[in-house]
């Protein structure tokens, strides 16, 4: 029998990204629900920018390193973000279209389709209005390069509207809990394999590491949570 290739995946961004393991928590999701295996690596930075990763050379020359089949983009949480009277908003969307779409060249030369990943930002800070419009943000690049988008924002959103105090954050109230986790890899599982989400584990992971951990620490859920949030996936 011949033995079928792993989807390769590779992740460039933040702490956004690699909270609780994420890429290692959406391969094991595929697995379980029997839709293939995924071959996840990473390029990570706490606090990075699009434009930080090019310039540091580091993510590029992984991209170039073999034909991926998808390349994750993950822009700074708020756009960079911009400060008036003490209060961060959405930052200008001009370097981080300028930079996913250098990343985006370069994920077409080698063969991989782009994935923009748009983070939960703003939402556990009560201001959905911003979330908007850092979602607007993604989805006007994602047109723009006919690349496929992470609806985040959206899905915690409605989640937190039916239910109000589940514990999609951490306790800075922006960085997504395990909890959290958990809804964002079901959604890649959405996106990626077009099917129906449903019978995942019940366990999430544990983990603040940049680097992709071997073994992280499992976090089990409630049959309940994950029910509930696997219905939020097949919303998007």
Same mark, same amino acid.
């Given at each position: 029998m011949k033995k079928i290739k792993p989807v390769s995946i590779l992740f460039i961004g933040n702490s956004f990204s690699y909270y609780h393991a994420l890429p290692k928590l959406i391969a094991r999701f595929a697995r379980a629900s029997g839709s293939g295996s995924l071959s996840v690596d990473s390029a990570f930075k706490g606090g990075a920018t699009l434009e930080m990763l090019w310039q540091d050379g580091k993510a590029l020359e992984k991209l170039q390193s073999k034909a991926w089949d998808y390349v994750v983009l993950q822009e700074r949480g708020r756009l960079g973000g911009i400060v008036r009277n003490g209060v961060v908003h959405v930052g200008r969307p001009r370097a981080f279209n300028t930079y996913a779409a250098r990343f985006d060249a370069a994920a077409k030369k080698v063969g991989a389709k782009t994935i923009l990943y748009c983070p939960p930002a703003f939402i556990g800070v009560g201001r959905p209005h911003e979330a +908007? $419009? =850092? %979602?607007?943000?993604y989805a006007a690049l994602a047109r723009k390069l006919h690349a496929t988008?992470?609806?985040?924002?959206?899905?915690?959103?409605?989640?937190?509207? +039916? $239910? =109000? %105090?589940m514990g999609l954050y951490e306790r800075d109230r922006q960085h997504p809990s395990p909890l959290g986790a958990y809804l964002i890899a079901s959604l890649f599982c959405r996106q990626l394999f077009h099917r129906r989400i449903s019978d995942f584990p019940l366990e999430s992971y544990s983990s603040k590491s940049a680097k992709i951990p071997k073994h992280p620490k499992r976090k089990r859920l409630s049959q309940a949570d994950c029910q509930?949030?696997?219905?939020?996936a097949n919303q998007k």
């Open positions: +908007k $419009r =850092l %979602q607007a943000a988008m992470i609806p985040t924002g959206a899905a915690f959103m409605l989640a937190l509207k +039916k $239910r =109000l %105090q509930f949030l696997w219905s939020i």
